[in-house]
C-alpha cells in the first residue's frame, strides 16, 4: 500500500514539473517578444531623430554620413525609393528575381524597373537548331 502513495507522490511530482517546464517556457518566450519590442522601438526612435537631424543639418558631417551609409546598404528598389535614392544596377540575381516568363509571348518581361526596356524574345532549348557534333550519330 506505501509503494502505490509514492508511486501517486511521484506522479504528482513530474505533473508539477511538467507544469513548471510550461511556465518557464511561457515566461521565456514572452521576455524575448519584450526584448524585441524594445529593440524595434529603440531603432524607430534613433533612427527618426538621426532623419530628422539630417533633414534641418544638409551639410553635417553626420548627415552626409548617413546619406552614405544609407546609399551603400539599402538595396531593395522600394526600400531606396523610400529615400528618394535612384535604383541600383540590377544583378544577376536581381534580374532573376524580376524576371517572369510569359509563357503565351515566348519572352521575359523584367519587373517595373525595366518596364522602358523591351520584351527580349527567348527561345525554348527545344527550338535552337543546333549544328550536328562530328563526332555523334545522327539521330532518325
Known amino acids: 500500500m506505501a509503494r502505490?502513495?509514492?508511486?501517486?507522490?511521484?506522479?504528482?511530482?513530474?505533473?508539477?514539473?511538467?507544469?513548471?517546464?510550461?511556465?518557464l517556457k511561457a515566461l521565456e518566450d514572452r521576455h524575448r517578444e519584450d526584448i524585441r519590442k524594445e529593440d524595434f522601438r529603440r531603432?524607430?526612435?534613433?533612427?527618426?531623430?538621426?532623419?530628422?537631424?539630417?533633414?534641418?543639418?544638409?551639410?553635417?558631417?553626420?548627415?552626409?554620413?548617413?546619406?552614405?551609409?544609407?546609399?551603400?546598404?539599402?538595396?531593395?528598389q522600394k526600400d531606396r525609393a523610400l529615400f528618394g535614392l535612384e535604383p541600383l544596377i540590377a544583378t544577376l540575381s536581381d534580374q532573376t528575381e524580376l524576371c517572369k516568363l510569359?509563357?503565351?509571348?515566348?519572352?521575359?518581361?523584367?519587373?517595373?524597373?525595366?518596364s522602358k526596356f523591351k520584351k527580349i524574345p527567348?527561345?525554348?532549348?527545344?527550338?535552337?537548331?543546333y549544328p550536328p557534333h562530328p563526332n555523334l550519330p545522327k539521330l532518325s
Not at 122 to 129: F, G, H, W
Open 43 to 76: 531603432k524607430v526612435l534613433a533612427g527618426g531623430l538621426a532623419l530628422e537631424y539630417r533633414e534641418k543639418n544638409p551639410d553635417d558631417p553626420f548627415s552626409i554620413k548617413l546619406n552614405e551609409l544609407i546609399s551603400e546598404h539599402v538595396k531593395a
Open 102 to 114: 510569359d509563357e503565351k509571348n515566348k519572352s521575359v518581361s523584367m519587373g517595373e524597373t525595366f
Open 4 to 23: 502505490l502513495k509514492t508511486t501517486e507522490k511521484i506522479d504528482g511530482v513530474k505533473k508539477q514539473m511538467d507544469q513548471l517546464a510550461n511556465q
Open 122 to 129: 527567348t527561345k525554348s532549348i527545344m527550338e535552337i537548331n
